[in-house]
């Protein structure tokens, strides 16, 4: 241990998975500073969406519900990076703010925990199963609308335990959560991100500092890894452009490799009955203008009133 003052704070939510985020990205950056890891220290901030658990996000808000407390600690110069779960992350931050860098991808998948059952396609007809993203229970009602979903909010275990209890029949979490708190062991199938699209940025940690916070964006620059940049790109800028309403099911998918980037995305309505899709793909330096173009093709197909307000 040292008695040196840390030469930075990272801003984090409490939970579980938040918490392992905050300490990967703790330990990437110490090694990256060649520093004593305790010269990093951790400051939890609890957000809106963690302090409401009696609604579904969609009710109170959506956007910037895991963040903007987060948000206001940095400008207030509380903390200098802020660890986030790139699929909560709001498509513009706030002025002075930055995506400074991300850690590298984790599975992108959706996972099913289904302890009885174990696929999707082997649940009974009527089987109950509890998630709170408007995306999962959409897709869920476009492959199986026999199905009873409920939402369900709380942390990874509470989650779990409603499916080891058997009052839930399933619930569906993030892969790269789960395996980031060693519980993938828990999981009975692994949905096809083809079948079962994920999430604009489901996998990703961003990293946020403040916009002329020099020394804290060049040492993010040094742990941030290109390829997950450039999917995050592509797939925010089609939600960007999507992005009308927090009660409209969007998913969206970029993997890059060998210079290219490749998306597909996805726009449903609640109940599942439409579907609109669409995929593209160009070089990784255009990833942006990628997700641009294909949400602007999809935006065109959209029924007047479909993005909400």
């Not at 995305?265 to 255009?286: K, W």
């Amino acid at each position: 241990m040292t008695n040196e003052r840390p030469i930075l704070t990272i801003g984090t939510r409490g939970s579980p998975l938040a918490l392992a985020q905050a300490r990967m990205t703790a330990r990437a950056l110490a090694d990256a500073a060649g520093v004593d890891l305790a010269r990093i220290a951790i400051e939890i901030i609890a957000t809106t969406g963690d302090l409401t658990q009696d609604r579904p996000l969609s009710e109170i808000g959506g956007k910037g519900l895991f963040t903007k407390e987060i948000d206001q600690a940095q400008l207030d110069g509380r903390i200098d990076v802020a660890v986030h779960s790139s699929k909560d992350l709001p498509t513009l931050l706030p002025d002075g703010l930055v995506i400074a860098g991300f850690l590298p991808r984790e599975d992108v998948r959706d996972a099913l925990i289904a302890p009885r059952h174990g696929t999707l396609d082997k649940l009974p007809e009527g089987a109950r199963v509890g998630t709170v993203s408007l995306r999962r229970q959409s897709l869920l009602r476009m492959l199986r609308p026999d199905l009873q979903i409920e939402p369900l909010r709380g942390n990874v275990e509470t989650r779990l335990n409603k499916a080891r209890s058997g009052e839930f029949d399933a619930v569906i979490l993030a892969m790269a959560g789960l395996k980031r708190l060693g519980l993938a062991a828990e999981v009975t199938e692994a949905l096809d991100p083809i079948r079962f699209i994920p999430a604009v940025g489901q996998g990703a940690i961003a990293l946020a500092a403040r916009e002329h916070d020099a020394g804290t964006r060049a040492l993010i620059e040094k742990i941030a890894h290109a390829s997950t940049a450039i999917e995050l790109a592509a797939e925010r800028a089609f939600l960007t452009v999507l992005d009308g309403s927090c009660k409209t099911p969007i998913g969206g998918n970029a993997q890059a490799s060998g210079g290219r980037v490749h998306l597909r995305g996805i726009v449903l309505s609640p109940d599942g009955r439409t579907v609109f899709e669409t995929s593209g793909e160009a070089a990784s330096g255009d990833a942006a203008a990628l997700g641009h173009s294909l949400g602007l093709e999809i935006k065109a197909k959209l029924p007047s009133g479909f993005l909400g307000s």
